[in-house]
């Protein structure tokens, strides 16, 4: 399903990029269609249809959608792309070859002759084509702007490169000469007062060799006075990335891992997601054994089967359902229990928090919880920084997202976290940013656009592997995908692909793609200021034959300007797979031939080990009896109910009920909601009294004007305004210690069930409790 979803997608943005809608697409089949790849393509036309469909019905857009209706409003209102014209005398369009045709299109409908429109950009860094970016774009640039007079716009170069140094902008124009070449380009010269620089290339006989020797490399560069900050090693692919990290923690180097994919599997940040995952769902029973196993509450195999019995035995779908009484689960040491009654106590304190904060604030919360800064402080230097910088590149990613519609919980963070790893492409659309504590910079060359290091380390230089090749091209005779050239936007730019077939036609794009990969290779050599660094290696796990070094890197080595390290010519044999414990057999203290040798004499003769052990028949027979019971007992999966039962909120049954209208538009028939200053200062003054009741002093003290009882159509001046904050000070309230603060419900109504929230619980004599809901706005009447 995911692959299916992944080519829909990229169909219907292909057809956004040029401006043609799945109709279109449909009328221009063949009739009849006669090839499989047409049929498909008809599939995911109209699966794209009723995409499109549901994306208005629920009033969403991407910012594709953004493009096409303004393309459209303009082209059905020329007057429109007047007024925006006019007010503009010159535009400058930066990094404009990373623009796609639809954008061009609008572009050139607002601007017209009489505008003084330049574009800056250089097409030897489009790297971003497989999403959409033309290099058609910027090469017709004097054609689709041209002068007042119809001619075409003069093309001026820039060629002074005043970051790298010498050397390596004689790699960079040695790379541009793979390229085509476009009128009045210049070979890049470097600024003034620059030096020689260094350009060092190396081949190993393993990736782990090429990991190890990298990060002592850089560990040596470091000492010469190098801050960490900046070195960076970038790389093509993410998979090159774990071996990478786990010989840069090896030498205790500090390291920031920019991509978000890699991100999420770092332990830090998987344990971080894991309890994420239990907060959003009770049954997310992988996550809870991922903490519960974990080195924080230790426990064993044996201990989640004893929770599993338990769970049986209540009735619960899931281990969860054990921790409501850790004392009634059987069989557990005091030292564990006592464990799991510590984690369920941490487990309630942040679920009620991540009900009431943000999705950043709750990851903070848990990092506080389980103890994460202790713990980094505990390591080796390098090691905490990395650290440090892997949970706050976490949380920047929480604090950036933002859901296409509801409020930002931590169901749907998860759901925006999963689609990011399962496409795969999220690291070529992270921004750049640097980070602030002195680290090594681990990204793959998509995220090092823009940005720029000291030194820099590019491995991974194998045939095939950098530049890379690949199995099928982006040809729409033979993926379904793919939008037809004919209906393309550019389409007079691939006149020689749309011209040939066949194998002519795979020599085309084999060529596109090569020079792609070496755009790719250019960005990457501009992002190193003194030195530069280019590897590869022979064996993976992956492969059967020694690879050998690639094209990039063999033309760097022969250049006068390189530098030799190491050079492996015979790669020998193949390495072993590297695992976590040895896998050297060990004498068995019970079978002298083996655990193996014994279990096939079993499969044969059941009575094998009594015949050769007699000592020990009724231990085993024990045993074996004891794990037949624990079989059985093992929790049945529970199959959900098709229909499952509403659940909704009590704002949301307030809202119906005063106005089934306001309902309908929240919920269904969204439309859109302009936040209001009262709602806001609600939330601040809720916030408030709970830090009140809890002991604690509000950062800001506002003053009453800060506040408002009344609706924002009010004509009321602040002055006039209620004082809620006082009016609590005043009340008997104030000097009471709640019981509770900020305490969830949920109650079962039917078949469904109602979930809100109770400010506070005052417990006047023991179990005699004063529920108090706070109120700032206005009375209902």
Known sequence: MP???????????????????????????????????????????SAAMRYRSEKERLGLMEFSDLIARAVRLVGEFP???????????????????????????????????????????DTDQTIYEWRGA??????????????????????????RNRRSDRHILDVANRIRDELPALDGAEDLKPGPDVQDGTVVTAWFSSEREEAAWIADDIVRRHDTGIPWSEIAVLVRKRAWIPELIAELHRADIPMSVSDPGT??????????????????????ETALLRILLGGQYRLGLADINAMRLRAKAVGAESIFGALADVGMIEGLTDDTRDRLERFVVVHERVLRFAQANSVAATINRI????????????????????????????????????????????????RYVDALDMTGREDALTPPIRPVADAIELTTVHGAKGLEWDAVYLPGLQDKDFPSSVRAFDDPDDRSRVVPYELRLDADSLTDVRAASGEERKAILRERNTASEYRLAYVAITRARRILTLSGHAWQDSVKRPKQPSDLLTMVREMAVSSDGPWCEDPGDKPPHRTATSTEPIDDPVFADGVEHALRQMMHDHDWSDQ?????????????????????????????????????????????AECPLRFRWIHYDRMPRRPTAAAQRGTEFHRRVELH?????????????????????????????????????????????????EVPFEVALGVGSVRGKIDAVYEHAPQVWEIVDYKSGRAKT
């Open 79 to 121: 007057d429109v792309a007047q007024r925006l014209g006019d007010r503009y005398d010159v535009v400058l369009l930066d990094e404009y070859q990373d623009t796609d045709p639809a954008q061009r299109l609008l572009l050139t409908s607002i601007f017209g002759p009489d505008t003084a429109v330049t574009a800056v950009g």
């Open 134 to 159: 033309s290099l058609d774009n910027f090469e017709a640039f004097p054609r689709h702007f041209p002068r007042s007079d119809g001619t075409p716009t003069e093309t001026l170069p820039l060629s």
């Open 263 to 284: 991100l999420l599997g770092i332990p830090e940040v998987a344990d971080v997601l894991a309890w994420l995952r239990i907060v959003a769902d009770p049954h997310a």
């Open 3 to 45: 692959h299916r979803i992944e080519m829909l997608m990229e169909l219907n943005d292909g057809l956004e990029r040029h401006l043609v809608t799945p109709e279109q697409l449909i009328a221009a089949a063949p009739d009849p269609v006669d090839t499989e790849v047409w049929a498909e393509r008809l599939d995911l036309a």
């Open 693 to 741: 009741n809890l002991g604690r002093i509000a950062l800001d003290d506002a003053s009453p004007a800060a506040y408002d009882s009344v609706d924002d159509d009010t004509t009321e001046t602040p002055t006039e305004r209620s004082d809620p904050w006082g009016t609590f000070e005043s009340s008997r309230f104030f000097d009471l210690r709640a019981r509770f603060t």
């Open 612 to 656: 050769v052990h007699p000592d020990r028949i009724e231990t085993v027979h024990a045993l074996a009896q004891q794990m037949a019971l624990e079989i059985g007992d093992l929790v049945e999966p529970t199959t959900q109910p098709e229909e499952p039962g509403f659940s909704t909120s009590v704002t949301n049954l307030v809202t119906l």
């Open 367 to 414: 990092v506080t919880e389980i103890g994460f800064w202790d713990e980094a402080a505990a390591l080796r230097p390098g090691e905490a920084t990395s650290a440090r910088l892997n949970i706050s590149r976490f949380m920047n990613l929480a604090n950036g997202w933002r859901p296409i519609e509801g409020r930002p919980t931590v169901q749907r963070f998860l």
